[in-house]
């Protein structure tokens, strides 16, 4: 099952600009990490921010997480039309280690 | 959306036992599944990709020969865990994608 909440459901932005997702999320976390798939493909780990972090960098990914307000931002910046695919939120709570995914943003990269 | 079941939903073996384990799409004909395995507390990562016919198309440093996995059907892939040993303990998960991705429930594996 899925559950969280992540918008926008749909983003279409030229290529070169920068595209924000966000996630929101019920309970207290271990992590949380965004994944990404591409059209009939399987989810692609992306980068995994722990709850005592509040931000973290990978390329041109950068990631947020404000654990008050229980939500995480991912920033692609200087988008390329490779970056099209659906974005995942997953957070993993303390006591085991199943993840809880977000519906997931899909991300067109116009040329 | 699509309903996926796995089973078991816990296992227990000895070092060296294979365990097979099952996933199902209940309600949707995949020709395409997928599996991961997830540590403790960690990331969930892609292992194979299952396709209903012919030959899975294994991730990098997935062993092919330790990890077998069958896909005779639209609606049932296995995958089998030959001669378990204690690191191969983790949290297995399956999923189909139709249009986008739906799990499992996972199945828990502890090799003793």
């Known amino acids: 099952s899925q559950q969280g909440e992540e918008d926008p459901q749909a983003l279409s932005i030229q290529e070169g600009e920068n595209a924000t997702m966000n996630c929101s999320y019920k309970?207290?976390?271990?992590?949380l990490q965004w994944y990404r798939q591409n059209s009939g493909r399987g989810l692609v780990h992306l980068i995994l921010i722990r709850s005592n972090e509040r931000e973290k960098h990978s390329g041109r990914l950068r990631v947020t997480l404000d654990t008050s307000k229980k939500s995480s931002s991912l920033l692609i910046t200087a988008s390329r039309a490779a970056d099209t695919a659906s974005y995942f939120c997953a957070t993993a709570f303390w006591s085991n280690y199943q993840l809880i995914w977000g519906a997931g943003t899909k991300l067109i990269i116009k040329p | 959306g699509a309903v996926v079941s796995q089973h078991p939903s816990r296992v227990i073996c000895k070092s060296g036992t294979s365990v097979k384990i099952e996933c199902r799409s209940l309600d949707f004909q995949a020709t395409t599944m997928f599996w991961y395995r997830q540590f403790p507390k960690q990331s969930l990562m892609l292992m194979a990709t299952?396709?209903?016919?012919?030959?899975?198309?294994?991730e990098q440093g997935v062993e092919k020969d330790k990890f077998l996995i069958n896909h005779a059907s639209l609606t049932l892939s296995t995958l089998t865990v030959t001669s378990a040993h204690p690191e191969d303990s983790s949290f297995y998960i399956c999923?189909?994608?139709?249009?986008?991705?739906?799990f499992g429930p996972g199945t828990r594996l502890l090799v003793l």
């Open positions: 299952s396709n209903e016919g012919s030959k899975a198309t294994y």
């Open positions: 309970t207290s976390i271990n992590n």
């Open positions: 999923s189909v994608n139709p249009e986008t991705q739906y």
